[in-house]
């Protein structure tokens, strides 16, 4: 039936031929090869699906479905336009639409499926003036698979990562104070600047960042803030702490009554320092640049995620004449805090100071855990690229997520 | 120059001037602005909030039937505990399970999302022979570039040994990258800067006082 079909086609294509507008061609030729491409098209032949597979490494709602395209499609390239994937519940059921792709396709997965139940599929060719319809293949069912092959590398990693960093807290428990942390020059700069705003009798400001304590920069900041507050308490400096996020404020609230308990001056704590502004970015700008110009604090300290706000309080700071200590994971933000702040902690230093500050052997270890880890990745990443250079990649598809 | 009429772009460009003020140095105009825009926004977040997120999302399912919402609202109300000074030892309730959570939750975001890609963008652009053969002399300088700098960037972060020796000499390079990355990175964004400060202007020569057509 097929080969017969076939004929056909290629006769309708010889036809054609013999139309093929030449030089000189006359409009009366045109749409005589425009009426022949309308008789044409009825000659469209049908797809054949191939398989139906269940997608693989999903949670079983999606089937792949592969079809050989039509044979028209490569004698008269212009007679198919697009093919519609057509699915049943049953196979003499009524056949919805689920997908539309353009003609040369011969592939659709359909993730609208539900887990074990069978579906019929049917693939129709698409023409100017006509629609043609494969046989009707099936049943298939999606499966939900266990467990993602495609994510073997991010499984490793992480497995990695995390034994690395629960041996390595283990190890900073039993050796409190053995693990080494190299000191970071911001360490002696948090204390020079708690000092000079004592002497001076101003305000030190801490900004947190602009996300909330869900975020792992926020964390890093309340471990900086709580030896900040140390040093406030111990020195009888004052604190303004502005807050954009509500549960930000009360963790840092929290955070800085300890540490006046830490020193023994808990009377001296007064939570009014520690205050909700505003969730809205650029008020938030707005209200923290007027406390700079106004209260004209000697100590900035802006730890944690910031955005585009960070140019802007960085350069405000700078007017008023504070020392200013930054430290964000933001890479974009970096480059402004950089050249308008007295000191800055690049990206992955502001969890290894807020680790190293409160000596606390979790976080100690953990950054030595993370350490080896990336020691690992070194020689992962060295070693994969010489491998790749001489033709072997499977270190490379270990990666490969999907 | 025939300057719009309409109070709600009277009041958006007097504003914008005002905010601007502070150029200048701090003055009423400034503060004023402030004081709404703070006021404002804050009253619009917490109005935002409750219907974006804790109406739809814990009150409505529990009114359907979806008595599991009754964990987060409990945890939601220990929040206000604080007010008070006998009770606020309870809001470390919920603030250490949306710690714990939420952390745990970003460790695989942080795999899949930062250092898988990082290590396969590393990856690709390598292939058998390509140094030699498949690229132009300088994408295989390109190439080497970018390995040298990702290798001594890492080293750069290594917090649990002095940077000494190798790793001292490793690391130093690894800053450069660094800089001339900041670099680019502090060009590009005072680019979009300065296309947000064009989009304001124009705000107030066009839409207002309508000098811009």
Redesign the interface.
Known sequence: MQKSGSIIALAAFLVLSAHIPAAGQTPDDTVLIADTLKTAAPEILPPTIVSLEDTPNDAGTSIDVTWEVSPTESLLPAAVLQYLVLRATSPDGEFERVGTVPVGTNSYSDDGTEPGDPYWYRIDAVGTDVEVSSAVSGPAHSRMQWFDRGRVGVLLFTVLTCVLVVVFIQVAKRRPGKVFLRRLPVFDAIDEAIGRATEMGKKVLYIMGGLDVDDPQTVASMSILARVADRTASYGARMDIPCIWPMAMSMARETVKESYLRVGKPDEYNEDEIYYLTTDQFGYVAGVDGIMMRDRPAANFYLGAFYAESLIFAETGYATGAIQIAGTAEVDQLPFFVVACDYTLIGEELYAAGASLSGDPVQVGSIRGQDIAKAVFFVYIAAGVILKLVGIDWLERLLMIG | MLMTSGPWVWIAGLLTLA?YS?LY??NPF??V??YI??????G??AVF?WWNYAYPNLFVPLGEGNYWNIIPIVLGFM?FT?LSKRTSWL??F??TF??G???GL???AA??GD??PQ??G???P??????FNTYNFWTSIGLIVL?VG??ST??Y???????KGVLGVTSKIGVYF??V???A??GY?IMA?ISLLFGRLHFLLSDWMHILR
């Not at chain 2, 825009?37 to 804050?42: E, M, R």
């Not at chain 2, 972060?157 to 940077?163: A, D, G, K, L, V």
Request: cysteine-free; hydrophobic content about 60%; charged content about 15%.
């Open positions: 905010i502070f140095k701090d400034y503060k602005a402030e825009f703070v006021g404002l926004s804050a619009y977040w909030l929040m604080q809001v470390r919920p603030l949306v710690l959570v939420s952390l970003q460790v695989i795999v899949e250092m898988v290590l396969q590393t990856f690709s390598f292939a058998k022979g390509a140094l390995l990702v290798l890492l080293t972060f290594f917090f649990s040994r002095e940077h660094l800089m990355a900041f670099g990175s502090f964004t800067r």
